[in-house]
Every structure is written in structure tokens, then in C-alpha cells.
């Protein structure tokens, strides 16, 4: 990085060469890469989301909170974040377990695991949806067993935390495995040399070495949570106040050609999502300065 | 043996095995076997007739114009934001990294809904399309456009680590000897990126085609005309017709399949591993 604070962008067409932008280089192109780039990036991204804020400015304070945070915008928010929540705390303890396998253990088949943990980032949302619900609904092969046992996943909102399973587990998967494949054994060798015992190594030595890439890994598999549609509109059952999630009641207001309430919805979620976005920031730089030190 | 200080015990690791597959088994593996299962359900000849069927060809027809239009656009964009990032020195780049990893944080509902904003009826420019009869909502350049949108980040965010470690020497070295910039590029730059660049374009494009958020937003779901894959699936299912909306989902759970087993040949075979968390 430059070292520099960040400040704005300069402008695209601002020459390569002068020594504003460090080192002199005899690399050409920057221009044309620059400034098409950011051109690109400011008509694809940005300003269409800066439309969405503008848009949300022009309801007037008062109505954007009437209906931003209407009672059933606050029941989907609730779910979507809810279940977000639960999913990527269960996908953080057993992403790590599973990462714990694929990284110290060998056993047949771990090359086929560790591609398969990739799945969701590969299979269409839509088709992970309607999978999970033909599984988990009570006549499906998973909730078949569960209903003799009082438990019904799908059509309720334990449904929305089993896609959100499904959707978030690599990220911790991922986070997690190139750390605890660096960390060097040594450190463990001494622990238990000095006496310690199995669990308290991995209590004492290994989880803490390996606690911000958890971190991280959690923090990204709710994010995505909180946003997922795709995956959970089938399985939730979709009933307003208890198993509707808030991408959902977007949808739900822009067929009713509800503009204003969509909007104020979607700009909720938009300022949770960068104040998420900031977090994650956050907590790389934190495992980034660790890893330095270490 | 039984309590090795540097290793769990036989028992211990035996459990955690057995957990950590059971978990993989009932979230990722079943959901993927569920879904051959009930495309072949009801007979080959329902599997078939469900994929042959004129809509669903549509659909088919569509998802591979839509990701034959975004994932280009986003490799020509995925170098351009690289080369400037990683050979050049500018104040703000952390920033601009950032902007372009925004649309990840985005869902996929809200990416939809803000081309709606810009491009519909009741949006910004929506009157003066109208006017011009231009239609992007409801057609397929919306479509196209939430594509381009949620796939944005996928190849700069590949490429920039990898030109960023690979550093500046080769390319400097190449036009002190006297060839072009394109040359360089094209000669240099480019064999040095090309696993990298095949990686970005997998995820891209597994992405492109199987996206449904934000393209339901947008498309209107006229059968034959904005129906994607994903989107053709949904209405099928939510006709009950789970036989072919199966069938349908099915190709794309193939799609997947192959997107893994290539991504495995180029992580094994040429030790190219991904950044780690890539979405």
C-alpha cells in the first residue's frame, strides 16, 4: 500500500509518470487502466447506490421511519439478523472443526471434502433452496425423521438458519484453514512439554492464534447471512411478523409498486451492511498486524 | 499413546471426524444428492421432456447470453483494476480496493432494486426511457446489468493479490528491452496471471449464471422472454411442477460440479490457491 492516508482518488487522467505517485515508473497504461476502471466502478456501483440514498432522502425523515421501521419491518430485520446470528455462530464451530479436519487429520477422501466445502459458493442460491426444503420439509428424507420428534424445520424460521447454514460455512471454512496450516507446531511442542494438557494447548495456545481469522470468517458468513434471498425464500415459509426475512419484504413492497417502502427497507439494510463491511475491515487489519508480530 | 500431548487421542479425533462429516453430509452433500434425486424421480423421460420443454430451452438460451455478456466485461475490468493498482503508486488505493469489493456486502435483493430505482417506470430515468422506448427493467439489459453488478468484484479480487506479489520487475525488464506496452501485457503480464485469471473467471461465471436475487428483481419473469435458469426453477417449483423445476435445477447443480472440479485441478495441479474467503 502507499503509506499514505487514504484520501480521494485523483483524477483518471492525471499523468503516470510524476512523483505524486511515488517511484517513477516506465510502466504505461495507467490512465487508460485508471481512470476506465474507475469510470466503470462510479456507473455500475456507485452511482446507482448513491441513487438509492437520495431516493431515501427524499421521503423526509419522519416517513422514512414510519416505514423503514414499521412493526413488520422490524419482525423481518429481527429474523434476518436472528438467524443470520445463530447460523454463523453454529457454521463458526463447526467450520473450525471441519477446518481442524481438513488441515491435521488424514483420511480417505479429504481432497473430496475440501472441494466439497466449496459447494455453496458454486451452487446457484435458488437450487440450494428448493433442495434444502424438499430435505427438510416434514416428508422429506431429514424431516421425516425430525417429525416423529415434535421438530419442524422447514416453513419456519429454524428453516432460515438451515440455508443460512448452508450459505455461510465456507467462509469460516476458508478463513480459518490457511491460518491454522501456518501456525507453526513448535509453539504446541512447547505447551505440552511445559505440561499442558491436550485442551488446554488448544484453549490456551492454538484458539487464540487462530481466534481473528475465526472472527473474520464468522463476521463474513453473517453479512452474507443478513442479505441471503435466494436460499431461504423457499424454505422459510415466508409468513409476515414471524418467518419473513427482510430481503423478502423488499421484494414483497416492489410488487405491491411500493417504491418508497422498499427503499426506506433497502436503505436500512445498506447502512448495516457497510457498518458491517467496516467491521470486517476492522478485524483483517487486526489478524493482518497479529500475523506481522507473530 | 492413549493421551498424547501433541495429538487428540484415537477416540477424540474419531469423534471429531465423525461430527465434522455428519455436519458436511446433512447441509452440503444431501442437499446436492436431493437434488439428482428428484430430477430423476419421476423417470428419465420427465427429466428430459422437463429440459427440452421450448420455456426452459429459453431460459438455458438466456443464462448463457447473460454470463456470455457480464463475465467479459468484468475480466476486461478485473485487469484494467488491477494493472492500475498493482504497478502504479497512487494515494487512495485501500479506498478504491474497498469500492470494488462493495457489491459482496450488497444483497442481492437491495442490487436488484437499485437499477429499478435509475431504470424503471417510476424511477430516475425511467420516463425518458419510455419515451425513447428503451426498456432495461423488465428485459434482458437490467438482467444483464444486476449480473455485471453482484459479479463485479470476482476477478480484480483474484488478480490484484496475485499481480501485487508477483511484483513490477518482469514487466519493467520487458520495456527496457524495447517492447511495447501491449507486448508486454500480452507476453509478460498475461502467462504470469493466466491461473489466476481462469480461477476469477470460474467463480465469475458460476456466479453469473446461477444469480437469482438480484436478476428476479429486475426480469419481471416473462416466460420465454427474462426467465434465467435460477428464475425458471422458482416458477416451476412454485407451480409445483418439482419434477422439472428439479430437472432444470439439476443442469445448474452440474454447473457447479464442474465449476468445483475445475477449480480443484487448478488449485492442485498448479498450486494456485484462491485468496482464501472468496465469496
Known amino acids: ?35 476506465g476502471s474507475l469510470l466503470w466502478l462510479c456507473l455500475i456501483v456507485l452511482l446507482p447506490l448513491s441513487a438509492i440514498f437520495l431516493r431515501a432522502a427524499g421521503l423526509g425523515w419522519e416517513h422514512f421511519v414510519a416505514i423503514g421501521f414499521s412493526a413488520r419491518a422490524m419482525a423481518a430485520y429481527r429474523l434476518s439478523f436472528g438467524a443470520a446470528l445463530a447460523a454463523a455462530a453454529i457454521n463458526a464451530v463447526f467450520g473450525l472443526l471441519i477446518a481442524w479436519m481438513l488441515v491435521r487429520y488424514d483420511f480417505p477422501g479429504r481432497r473430496l471434502i475440501g472441494a466439497l466445502v466449496d459447494l455453496p459458493f458454486a451452487l446457484p442460491t435458488a437450487v440450494a433452496g428448493i433442495a434444502l426444503t424438499a430435505l427438510y420439509s416434514p416428508n422429506g428424507w431429514v424431516g421425516a425423521l425430525l417429525a416423529p420428534l415434535g421438530i419442524k424445520v422447514a416453513f419456519t424460521p429454524a428453516g432460515v438458519v438451515v440455508a443460512l447454514l448452508f450459505i455461510g460455512l465456507p467462509f469460516v471454512v476458508r478463513s480459518v484453514e490457511p491460518v491454522l496450516a501456518d501456525l507453526g507446531r513448535d509453539v504446541e511442542e512447547a505447551a505440552a512439554t511445559l505440561g499442558a494438557s491436550r485442551a488446554q494447548t488448544f484453549r490456551r495456545v492454538i484458539l487464540p492464534a487462530i481466534l481473528p481469522a475465526l472472527i473474520t470468517g464468522f463476521a463474513l458468513a453473517f453479512a452474507r447471512g443478513v442479505g441471503e434471498y435466494g436460499s431461504v425464500i423457499f424454505i422459510a415459509g415466508n409468513m409476515p411478523y414471524r418467518s419473513e426475512i427482510a430481503p423478502l419484504l423488499i421484494v414483497t413492497q416492489l410488487e405491491q409498486y411500493d417504491y418508497a417502502g422498499a427503499t426506506a427497507i433497502a436503505t436500512v439494510m445498506l447502512v448495516a451492511a457497510f457498518a458491517m463491511l467496516l467491521v470486517i475491515n476492522v478485524i483483517q487489519a487486526w489478524n493482518r498486524r497479529r500475523s506481522e508480530t507473530a | 499413546m492413549t493421551n498424547s500431548p501433541l495429538t487428540e487421542s484415537r477416540g477424540a479425533r474419531w469423534a471429531l471426524l465423525t461430527v465434522g462429516i455428519v455436519f458436511l453430509a446433512l447441509f452440503l452433500l444431501l442437499p446436492l444428492v436431493a437434488v439428482f434425486a428428484e430430477a430423476l424421480g419421476q423417470g428419465l423421460g420427465t427429466y428430459l421432456d422437463a429440459i427440452a420443454e421450448p420455456d426452459a430451452l429459453a431460459a438455458i438460451r438466456l443464462t448463457l447470453l447473460v454470463a456470455a455478456i457480464s463475465v467479459p466485461l468484468n475480466v476486461v475490468f478485473g485487469i484494467a483494476a488491477a494493472w492500475s493498482i498493482t504497478k502504479f503508486d497512487f494515494p487512495g488505493k485501500s479506498l478504491v480496493i474497498s469500492l470494488i469489493d462493495l457489491p459482496f456486502s450488497v444483497s442481492p435483493v437491495v442490487a436488484g432494486l437499485i437499477y429499478v430505482l435509475l431504470f424503471g417506470a417510476q424511477g430516475w430515468w425511467g420516463e425518458w426511457l419510455a419515451a425513447h422506448d428503451v426498456q432495461i427493467i423488465f428485459a434482458v439489459p437490467g438482467i444483464v446489468l444486476a449480473t455485471i453488478f453482484v459479479t463485479f ?127
Not at chain 1, 9 to 16: F, V
Not at chain 2, 169 to 182: C, V
Not at chain 2, 188 to 211: D, S
Request: net charge positive; with cysteine; glycine share 10%.
Open chain 1, 1 to 35: 500500500m502507499t503509506g499514505r492516508a487514504a484520501t480521494a482518488p485523483l483524477p483518471a487522467a492525471a499523468p503516470a509518470r510524476r512523483p505524486l505517485f511515488g517511484k517513477r515508473t516506465i510502466i504505461p497504461g495507467f490512465g487508460i487502466t485508471f481512470g
Open chain 2, 153 to 279: 468484484p470476482f476477478v480484480a479480487r483474484e488478480l490484484i493479490p496475485l499481480m501485487a506479489e508477483q511484483g513490477r520487475d518482469d514487466e519493467e525488464a520487458a520495456l527496457s528491452l524495447g517492447a511495447s506496452g501491449w507486448q508486454t501485457f500480452r507476453r509478460v503480464t498475461l502467462p504470469n496471471i493466466r491461473w489466476g485469471l481462469l480461477y476469477g473467471v470460474l467463480l465469475c461465471n458460476a456466479r453469473a449464471m446461477g444469480e437469482f436475487g438480484a436478476v428476479s428483481v429486475v426480469s419481471g419473469h416473462i416466460r420465454g422472454k427474462t426467465n434465467t435458469m435460477p428464475l425458471h426453477v422458482e416458477i416451476l417449483y412454485n407451480e409445483y411442477n418439482f419434477a422439472a423445476a428439479f430437472a432444470v435445477a439439476s443442469l445448474l447443480a452440474l454447473l457447479a460440479l464442474v465449476t468445483l472440479v475445475l477449480k480443484s485441478v487448478l488449485e492442485w495441479r498448479y498450486d494456485y490457491q484462491g485468496k482464501g474467503n472468496g465469496h
